[in-house]
């Protein structure tokens, strides 16, 4: 089992910039991609970005593509999610998450989530 906590979410202005962090915990090494998703308010949870932890390869939804970077520290198992040029549209609850291969079993566990709230 992963655990996975998140940080770093705030209130920002529009054209700012904003770190998230998410450290995971627990049988890290069965994990082989983390990510992020949001939920904005009466919205569905949408994919931001991920990334492969052996190889680093990223990908991005294209709302985000050129503003957002995902990047890892394997020696500290955490992913970081670096946003710039935040817009009003980025508000949402940010979500972290672990994908997992366990004893042939594939798994997803998710952090509890970080406020992100982008000011016109």
């Known amino acids: 089992q992963v655990h996975v906590v998140e940080s770093g979410g705030g209130l920002v202005q529009a054209g700012g910039s904003l770190t998230l962090s998410c450290a995971a915990s627990?049988?890290?090494?069965?994990?082989?991609?983390m990510g992020w998703s949001r939920q904005a308010p009466g919205k569905e949870r949408e994919f931001v970005a991920t990334?492969?932890?052996?190889?680093?390869?990223?990908g991005y939804a294209d709302a985000v593509r050129g503003r957002f970077t995902i990047s890892r520290d394997s020696t500290k198992n955490t992913v970081s999610l670096q946003m710039n040029s935040l817009k009003p549209e980025d508000t949402a609850v940010y979500y972290c998450?672990?994908?997992?291969?366990?004893?042939?079993?594939?798994?997803?566990?998710w952090g509890q989530g970080t406020q992100v709230t982008v000011s016109s």
């Open positions: 998450s672990a994908e997992t291969k366990e004893d042939d079993f594939y798994r997803s566990y």
């Open positions: 627990g049988r890290t090494d069965s994990a082989y991609t």
């Open positions: 990334i492969y932890l052996r190889d680093g390869v990223t």
